[in-house]
């Protein structure tokens, strides 16, 4: 750990000096409590440094918690070996996926399946409990739950340590979540205006607790938290389905972990109530068990918290870019990803280029310098990648 300034703490062994400069900026603002704590994974963002974790007093900063409101990630480990899937395709497995989830920017369900209903019907509840119509935002809600979306998003089947067979996933709250963030943000800037108050950066923009639309924005914005949680669910139900299909027998589920890494909510640090928004990091309070995927073809972890206090009990929630993804394309081939996804069974297109492992920070570095924030529980490697475009 290393203390930048009395506001800002860093855990990033690779840090970028554009990337430290905006978590300073950040860290600055006045309603920051008691200061920022930035992740190994730190990478410039929107606003606020992706990897920041933010406690902030009486204020909110829209797009500090993150376009994608309750983006994260849930593990399913099996009874299943690895022994168990000798000899079988796993280019079978992997297209039963493909076929059971939509994938790709924009894709969605043509109809609400059984195991989507109750939370189809749960999310209608609560819209109506927050006083809003999701489908101002996004007509087709309902069925963009169950539905991955594309960039870094992905579903894996892994193995630990010990050979056992997990499942694994990435996604948050699709387009509607998006809609709701990027709204709110503006709403944020314009009251900026209308203040008249000046910002280091227009979406540091913030809104004020006790307002009418703070109290919106935090409504929305716990409804899509519920999404995105919701979605990952539904997802890895119909994973597990496709697993027990192509096994021929059932899936016997030893655990399951379901984790936000872009969110805000209340929580208690160095002896005030603040919000604490973590826009790309997941809680690690002391024994709480978290995910910290790396890109395609390196590993994973799941993990459990130590409940570091300066780092606000938080933890890195991956690898983190180190190449934009217009950089990545440019400096990586075809034939350099094939073999990064050596041993690994995926959909072998250069659409997947940007998200190629190299264009990502390294994984194990990343973990050594979060030493003193998770203890790693298992260890997985994928065998299985699938991915949108």
Excluded at 91 to 103: D, F, G, H, K, N
Excluded at 164 to 171: C, E
Excluded at 198 to 210: H, N, S, T
Excluded at 341 to 351: N, Q
């Amino acid at each position: 750990m290393r203390k930048i300034t009395d506001r800002l703490f860093s855990w990033a062994s690779i840090l970028e000096q554009n990337t430290e400069d905006q978590a300073r900026t950040t860290a600055g603002m006045p309603f920051i409590h008691p200061h920022l704590a930035l992740m190994p994974d730190a990478h410039l963002g929107l606003g606020a440094t992706v990897g920041s974790v933010i406690p902030t007093l009486g204020a909110v900063m829209p797009a500090a918690v993150g376009v994608d409101i309750g983006c994260g990630m849930i593990a399913v480990e099996t009874g299943f070996m690895a022994s168990d899937l000798a000899g079988r395709d796993l280019a079978e497995l992997r297209q039963q996926i493909e076929r059971a989830v939509p994938l790709s920017a924009g894709a969605y369900n043509r109809k609400i399946v059984a195991t989507a209903e109750p939370r189809v019907a749960e999310l209608e509840g609560l819209a109506e409990t927050a006083g809003f119509d999701p489908a101002s935002y996004a007509g087709n809600w309902r069925h963009q739950l169950g539905s991955l979306g594309s960039g870094n998003h992905f579903i894996e089947v892994s193995l630990d340590e010990t050979e056992r067979v997990w499942l694994f996933l990435h996604s948050g709250s699709r387009g509607v979540g998006n809609k709701i963030a990027a709204k709110h943000i503006r709403v944020a800037q314009d009251l900026m205006k209308k203040w008249w108050i000046d910002l280091p950066d227009r979406d540091l923009a913030y809104l004020v607790e006790g307002t009418k639309e703070f109290e919106r924005y935090i409504a929305e914005l716990r409804w899509a938290q519920r999404f995105a949680l919701l979605n990952r669910e539904e997802m890895m139900d119909r994973v597990v389905r496709q697993l027990a299909e192509w096994m021929g027998e059932p899936v016997v589920e030893l655990s399951r972990v379901n984790c936000h890494h872009n969110f805000t909510q209340r929580e208690k640090h160095f002896g005030k109530e603040v919000w604490l928004s973590r826009k790309g990091a997941i809680s690690a309070r002391a024994g709480e068990p978290g995910l910290i995927p790396g890109s395609m073809g390196t590993a994973s972890y799941v993990v459990a918290g130590l409940g570091n206090p300066v780092a606000l009990e938080s933890s890195p929630h991956g690898a983190g870019r180190a190449f934009s993804r217009s950089a990545a394309r440019k400096a990586f081939t075809h034939e350099q990803l094939r073999e990064a996804m050596k041993g690994i069974e995926f959909r072998d297109t250069d659409a997947f280029l940007d998200e190629i492992p190299a264009a990502y920070k390294d994984i194990d570095r990343v973990m050594a310098d979060a030493a003193d924030l998770v203890e790693v529980v298992h260890t997985l490697r994928q065998i299985v990648n699938v991915k949108g475009d």
